[in-house]
């Protein structure tokens, strides 16, 4: 099963490079939407998920906000 | 019955992790349990003062530090906030929002977080326009109005970041003048995108669902600011509230000898949540190695 796996992201903040570096590390193919390089992205994560920090992992529709390696992993699992 | 662990470790930071890096190589059996990794160097900007490199960023140094970390083999759970230390029997219960764990010996090394304003409509509005680390989400404000509220050298550097990507900037200052660094307040001083507002306090967070307006106190005055971000710089405290039983400055550091002990034997503690001297990485880093190395005799004197 494979879900897509979504990622915005600042490149200021560091909680987005160890998201990025732990799907790396697991082998997790992701998309990656840099919200300051395009105010779109920023829009949709914003009314995504209902706030505005970074990052926000979205997998199969479902919202992570923050870094969160157990809920990451639960939502590749369902 | 519960595994007890030699050693756990609160905290993450330089100075959590450099007793970890410690701990593993007089092979104490260890369990660090964090928050996060990295601590606040991972949101530091620049570093040029960590011996060996002459610069590096404060995530980069802050991965270099978790790579040597997991080097080693032993339990570290992230994510996890501790809420409750306390003796319990001949060992230690260390309590979090999701676990228990049991140690012969802690390092309490959970370092320092974000003042908070402790006003209305801060809880409300935290991560919806409220902010903390102007360097991790700044930029998410490109296209507004914003108030950064403090005026020493973390609410100035915020301000120098803000000035780039934001609208317009409003300093908040509770005192009659700016106390950060000359260089940043002439920076600051000659843009037109900035208002320093001083003897000024934020008195009330507003908003919908985001925050959309801040009222503030200014000489016995009260207005309403419409700003669509707010970013709080008025200082940091230490994360030791739940260490309810250990001796503390009246700012909630963790008193220390120079062995790292506090007045509690077993209980050990290291970096910026202690009364060390000076708040520096390479001092956290330091003031780890130092506790693990106590922790070791404590435990090899138990034998």
Redesign the interface.
Known sequence: MNKKVKVYG?P????C??TK?YLEDEGIDYEYLD??AN?DF?KEM?VKS?????PVVEIGGEII?G????KIEELLKR | MKRIYDLIIIGAGPAGITAAVYAARKKIDTLVVTKDIGGQAALSGDIQNYTGYQFISGPELAEKFEEHMRKFNFDIRENEEVTKLAAKQNNFLVKTDKNSYRAKTVIVASGKKSRELGISGEKEFKNKGLVYCATCDAPLFSEDDVAVIGGGNSALDATLQLMKIANYVYIINRSNSLRGDEIMQEKIKESKKVSILNNSQVIEILGDNFVNAIKIKKDKKVETLAVQGIFVEIGLIPNSNFAVDLNKTKSGEIKVNNKNETNIPGIFAAGDVTDVFEKQIIIAAGEGAKATLSVFRYLSSRK
Request: with cysteine.
């Open positions: 600042l200021t903040c560091p909680v490079r160890r570096k919200v300051s105010h920023a914003i209902g706030q505005k920090t970074v906000i870094f969160d390696k157990a």
